[in-house]
């Protein structure tokens, strides 16, 4: 069955150093969403593409994060330099809509920055 | 400022039972609240909807109770099942896009034998 994959599933990183993050939405789905869980927060938006274009980063700290949709079978989250606070677990999620129903949650990628 | 709060962190509760998981809001603006089940090493999935013109939504075992006036939400699951053992989440939108969801921290359920 058609699933959103993302990898790495853990990264273990230092302080400073570059993580990507790689997501492939559902063939066909046009909407990609990042989010990012912590437990003081809970799961915050970070990133949302509508047909390869951002539609809305605000939720991300612009000066060490970034997204992109290279092509529609590919979403990448950048941190860099990251920081000990940037970790949690990041998910990814694809849909057809915008409407909250129509998402499908990657199995996320759980980021310890050290 | 957290505008959705899942004020208990853990429930346990017998399988046959009722499970119920509290959510409250305090942006008036809110419109469409969802519930969401999420297993360990697995996203998210969606679980149930509600709009503000509803009080109740129902789909099989799990019922969704809004009190609009309170700005509580409350997800009922009866019989409540082993394999109902996860984290549930609720999310509100003021537009019922995903764009626009505020998530709470979530609510461990633990259905015992």
């Known amino acids: 069955d058609a699933r959103v994959t993302q990898t790495p599933r853990h990264k273990v990183t230092e302080m400073g150093q570059e993580v990507t993050m790689r997501c492939q939405p559902i063939?066909?789905?046009?909407?990609v969403f990042w989010y990012r869980q912590t437990m003081m927060q809970g799961l915050e938006l970070l990133a949302y593409?509508?047909?390869?274009?951002?539609?809305?980063d605000s939720g991300m700290p612009k000066d060490r994060f970034s997204a992109e949709m290279p092509d529609a079978t590919l979403a990448t989250l950048k941190i860099q330099p990251s920081e000990p606070r940037d970790s949690a677990v990041y998910f990814c999620?694809?849909?057809?809509?915008?409407?909250?129903?129509?998402?499908?949650f990657g199995p996320g990628t759980r980021l310890l920055v050290l | 400022d957290q505008q959705v709060k899942q004020n208990s962190p853990s429930l346990s509760v017998q399988e046959g039972r009722i499970s119920i998981l509290n959510c409250d809001y305090t942006?008036?603006?809110?419109?469409?609240f969802l519930w969401y089940k999420k297993y360990p090493a697995e996203g998210p999935t969606f679980l149930i909807s509600i709009s503000s013109i509803k009080d109740k939504n129902e789909d099989g075992r799990f019922t969704v109770f809004l009190n609009k006036s309170a700005k509580h939400l409350s997800l009922h699951i009866v019989p409540s099942q082993p394999g109902d053992s996860a984290v549930y989440f609720c999310?509100?939108?003021?537009?019922?896009?995903?764009?626009?969801?505020?998530f709470g921290t979530g609510t461990r359920l633990q259905v015992t034998l």
């Open positions: 999620a694809s849909g057809l809509s915008a409407l909250a129903e129509t998402q499908y």
């Open positions: 942006n008036s603006m809110f419109d469409y």
């Open positions: 593409f509508r047909n390869r274009a951002p539609l809305d």
């Open positions: 063939l066909g789905h046009n909407t």
């Open positions: 999310a509100a939108s003021v537009t019922g896009t995903a764009s626009k969801l505020t």
